[in-house]
């Protein structure tokens, strides 16, 4: 499957070269370290896959990889439900494995188990304004999205600063996510700069956001970002009736309503599905130009999209059954990450306390 990946930086650029290599983008220094994560809120999902996953499984034999499950960030706005982030925990991990991340290559760990990282949030959070925070265009959205209104958790208003202490607590110089979280490391190197001003030297290190061309995924029901919050998604686990279904219910072109019509392509979910995982990019650029010529019904565009989708997935889900069989083990797994990922989060914290005369014996 070709991706192309580009720095944020220059993600606006990335159209014109669409079948590009994605490495040719992505800095060759073998000193990277890269750190990405995921609320486990629910299953993980095509956005996810598009979005990080797959630039995770990619990379995670070129530099060295720490993989987060956010459950305290989660908290954030789930706080009145944590038993379903306590579940999700074990259930998103055994989504990575699935889809190929290797615990030998990437270290997997549980973020509400390095009290480090809450450390640094607190101090951190001396480094931004509330007006800051509130200005961050994903906090803007995300508020809007659940509705709420004045009544903002406050964790949840400071959350990009606890994402800022996961980053710079490893180090971390490339962030593979979704085009929605830009905003996000954008805060974080301004915490970096902020704080190595103050240290008077480079303590921290600035990050850079790897997005892929698909930078957003959009959901079923045609609104712009699959997401486990809004109910539109297709999940890596999804049985192969479930994904029928699921193809079914895409949105498509709703003014192409006799086969003969024209069709159009924008804003055509089963089409941006398909630039996503088709392979075959002749054949895909040949049913597009029939689409527009009017002549090809819906129904066959799906049925092209439910065999790539079932393809893809089937071997996924096989690998998640496999893994299902053995939980304890892979609560073992997450054990040892998560050990080897505090020791690198306490050298960090070590080093900021120090900096900033908070280190008394
Ligand atoms: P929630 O609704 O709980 O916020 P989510 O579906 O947005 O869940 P997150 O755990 O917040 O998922 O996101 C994890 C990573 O996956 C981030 O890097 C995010 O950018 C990426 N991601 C999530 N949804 C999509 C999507 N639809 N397209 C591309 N990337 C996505
Ligand atoms: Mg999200």
Redesign the pocket.
């Known amino acids: 499957m070709s991706e192309q990946t580009t720095p944020a930086n220059t993600a606006s650029n990335a159209g014109s070269n669409a079948t590009g290599n994605a490495a040719s983008n992505v800095p060759s220094d073998k000193n990277h370290l890269i750190l990405?994560g995921?609320?486990p809120?629910?299953p993980l999902h095509l956005?996810?896959f598009?979005?990080?996953l797959r630039n995770r499984v990619k990379y995670q034999s070129q530099y060295k990889q720490f993989i987060m499950l956010a459950d305290a960030q989660a908290l954030t706005d789930n706080m009145d439900d944590p038993a379903k982030v306590h579940n999700n925990v074990l259930e998103v991990a055994l989504d990575y494995l699935a889809v190929g991340i290797d615990p030998a290559q990437s270290t997997i760990f549980i973020q509400s188990q390095i009290p480090e990282l809450t450390e640094l949030t607190f101090y951190y959070l001396n480094l931004v304004t509330v007006a800051r925070l509130e200005r961050n265009p994903t906090i803007k959205q995300e508020i809007l999205l659940r509705n709420f209104e004045r009544d903002i958790p406050a964790g949840f208003l400071t959350y990009p600063v606890s994402q800022a202490a996961d980053i710079t607590a490893f180090k971390a110089s490339l962030v593979p996510?979704?085009e929605?979280?830009i905003p996000m490391i954008e805060q974080t190197n301004e915490i970096v700069r902020r704080f190595n001003r103050l240290a008077k030297r480079d303590i921290l290190v600035e990050a850079q956001a790897l997005v892929p061309e698909i930078?957003?995924?959009p959901g079923i029901d045609g609104k712009a970002?699959?997401?486990?919050?809004l109910g539109n998604t297709i999940n890596l686990g999804a049985t192969s009736a479930e994904i029928k279904a699921a193809v079914k219910m895409v949105y498509t072109d709703p003014l192409h309503l006799r086969v003969e019509d024209p069709g159009h392509l924008e804003g055509n979910v089963a089409f941006i599905y398909l630039d996503a995982f088709d392979t075959d990019k002749e054949g895909l650029q040949a049913m597009k130009e029939h689409y527009v010529r009017g002549g090809l019904g819906d129904g066959m565009v799906k049925k092209r999209l439910e065999g790539i989708l079932q393809d893809m997935l089937a071997p996924i889900r096989e690998r998640r059954q496999e893994y299902e069989k053995d939980r304890g083990q892979v609560l073992q797994m997450l054990k040892q990450g998560t050990e080897r990922a505090r020791e690198i989060a306490a050298r960090t914290t070590d080093e900021v306390k120090a900096a900033i005369g908070l280190k008394h014996f």
């Open positions: 990405t995921d609320r809120t629910g956005g996810h598009v979005g990080s996510v979704g929605d979280q930078g957003r995924l970002k699959m997401s486990k919050s």
